[in-house]
Protein backbone atom coordinates (compact mmCIF):
# COMPACT_ATOMS: atom_id res chain seq x y z
CA UNK A 1 0.00 0.00 0.00
CA UNK A 2 2.69 2.25 1.01
CA UNK A 3 4.52 2.01 -2.87
CA UNK A 4 1.03 2.77 -4.20
CA UNK A 5 0.59 6.15 -1.86
CA UNK A 6 3.83 6.86 -3.32
CA UNK A 7 3.36 6.19 -7.26
CA UNK A 8 -0.13 8.38 -6.53
CA UNK A 9 1.88 11.07 -5.23
CA UNK A 10 5.16 10.97 -7.57
CA UNK A 11 4.61 8.59 -10.67
CA UNK A 12 3.84 9.75 -14.08
CA UNK A 13 0.21 10.16 -15.47
CA UNK A 14 -0.74 6.75 -16.08
CA UNK A 15 1.07 5.11 -12.78
CA UNK A 16 -0.55 7.73 -10.54
CA UNK A 17 -3.72 7.57 -12.26
CA UNK A 18 -3.67 3.50 -11.82
CA UNK A 19 -2.42 3.77 -7.97
CA UNK A 20 -4.90 6.41 -6.88
CA UNK A 21 -7.77 3.67 -8.66
CA UNK A 22 -5.94 1.02 -6.89
CA UNK A 23 -6.25 2.82 -3.63
CA UNK A 24 -9.71 3.55 -3.78
CA UNK A 25 -10.91 -0.01 -4.22
CA UNK A 26 -9.14 -1.10 -1.29
CA UNK A 27 -10.35 1.54 1.02
CA UNK A 28 -13.75 0.68 -0.58
CA UNK A 29 -12.98 -3.20 0.24
CA UNK A 30 -12.08 -2.45 3.09
CA UNK A 31 -14.58 -0.62 4.35
CA UNK A 32 -16.86 -3.70 3.63
CA UNK A 33 -18.71 -2.10 0.21
CA UNK A 34 -17.36 -4.62 -1.80
CA UNK A 35 -16.95 -8.59 -1.55
CA UNK A 36 -13.92 -10.20 -2.16
CA UNK A 37 -14.29 -11.06 -5.58
CA UNK A 38 -15.21 -8.19 -6.79
CA UNK A 39 -12.44 -6.20 -5.33
CA UNK A 40 -10.59 -8.38 -6.65
CA UNK A 41 -11.62 -8.19 -10.23
CA UNK A 42 -11.33 -4.65 -10.15
CA UNK A 43 -8.06 -4.62 -9.32
CA UNK A 44 -6.99 -7.05 -11.85
CA UNK A 45 -9.01 -4.69 -14.43
CA UNK A 46 -6.41 -1.94 -13.22
CA UNK A 47 -3.38 -3.71 -14.72
CA UNK A 48 -4.76 -6.00 -17.62
CA UNK A 49 -6.00 -3.36 -19.66
CA UNK A 50 -4.34 -2.90 -22.66
CA UNK A 51 -4.44 1.00 -22.33
CA UNK A 52 -2.13 0.25 -19.54
CA UNK A 53 0.66 -1.12 -22.14
CA UNK A 54 0.08 1.11 -24.20
CA UNK A 55 0.53 4.69 -22.06
CA UNK A 56 3.29 2.41 -20.05
CA UNK A 57 6.87 4.14 -20.55
CA UNK A 58 9.16 2.68 -18.22
CA UNK A 59 8.24 -0.92 -18.18
CA UNK A 60 10.25 -1.21 -14.41
CA UNK A 61 7.78 1.45 -13.10
CA UNK A 62 4.88 -0.43 -15.31
CA UNK A 63 6.08 -3.94 -13.17
CA UNK A 64 5.66 -2.61 -9.67
CA UNK A 65 2.51 -0.95 -10.31
CA UNK A 66 1.27 -4.55 -11.25
CA UNK A 67 2.89 -6.14 -8.55
CA UNK A 68 1.49 -3.74 -6.10
CA UNK A 69 -2.13 -4.70 -6.88
CA UNK A 70 -1.71 -7.79 -7.30
CA UNK A 71 -0.06 -8.23 -4.07
CA UNK A 72 -3.14 -5.83 -2.42
CA UNK A 73 -5.87 -7.71 -4.36
CA UNK A 74 -4.45 -11.00 -2.37
CA UNK A 75 -3.75 -12.61 -6.31
CA UNK A 76 -0.11 -13.33 -5.93
Do not use: H
Request: charged letters at 20%; aromatic letters at 4%; one cysteine or more.
Amino acid sequence: MQQLQELARTGPPWAAQRAEMALAIMSQYEGGGLELAEYQELMRDLVRSDLLNQQADDQDLKNLLVSCVMIGARLA
